[in-house]
T-cell receptor, first 113, second 113 residues
């Protein structure tokens, strides 16, 4: 397999502040990473596709100005939740593709108070 | 109608039982089929992936794909309490990276000692 590390695993922030989540592929290079959001007892909802060296591709209904994605290198993608609100509280998960397989990070539990 | 349908369960079995998890799908373009295991508050872990139709076995796990019926299965033999988790099926077509997959809603499995 391959290892994808996501940090932090849990974060609590105040309304109006911004939070950055990092996703790293530790032992392989990933030209494409993906960001998902998961609500309790529901499946993963794809938010955006992060491409190294170019702009992210957002899914319909996802605000690109609110969820900023930067794929700075072949091993790092970041998701910044800007001006967070309580409704942004959720479990955010990244994945990185290695060939035809996808490997997921551990997830980040975001709570906005 | 969802592209991928998965019975959410919950499914409860005694230790040692054979578990059968299933998904149906409607998109005939899907070529890659994956099964993920997700423990509570963790990111999904890739268990099995299969290309096109056929069977694949890995230890106690067997994945089956029947493209003619648009039906996939995951069998777990000699189930253990440590198998208790949510199992997600996922699928993608050849034109996309594996990470941009369409997920089922997941089936929650409990294996009782």
């Amino acid at each position: 397999g391959a290892v994808v590390s996501q940090h932090p695993s849990r974060v609590i922030c105040k309304s109006g502040t911004s939070v950055k989540i990092e996703c790293r592929s530790l032992d392989f290079q990933a030209t494409t990473m993906f960001w998902y959001r998961q609500f309790p007892k529901q499946s993963l909802m794809l938010m955006a596709t992060s491409n190294e060296g170019s702009k992210a591709t957002y899914e319909q209904g996802v605000e690109k100005d609110k969820f900023l994605i930067n794929h700075a290198s072949l091993t790092l993608s970041t998701l910044t939740v800007t001006s967070a609100h309580p409704e942004d509280s959720s479990f955010y998960i990244c994945s990185a593709s290695k060939g035809t397989e996808a490997f997921f990070g551990q997830g980040t539990r975001l709570t906005v108070v | 109608q969802k592209e991928v349908e998965q019975d959410p369960g919950p499914l409860s079995v005694p230790e040692g039982a054979i578990v059968s998890l299933n998904c149906t799908y409607s998109n005939s373009a899907f070529q890659y089929f994956m099964w993920y295991r997700q423990y509570s508050r963790k990111g999904p872990e890739l268990l099995m992936y299969t290309y096109s139709s056929g069977n694949k076995e890995d230890g106690r796990f067997t994945a089956q794909v029947d493209k003619s019926s648009k039906y996939i299965s995951l069998f777990i033999r000699d189930s253990q309490p440590s198998d208790s988790a949510t199992y997600l099926c996922a699928m993608s077509d050849m034109s996309t990276n594996a990470g941009k997959s369409t997920f089922g809603d997941g089936t929650t499995l409990t294996v009782k000692p």
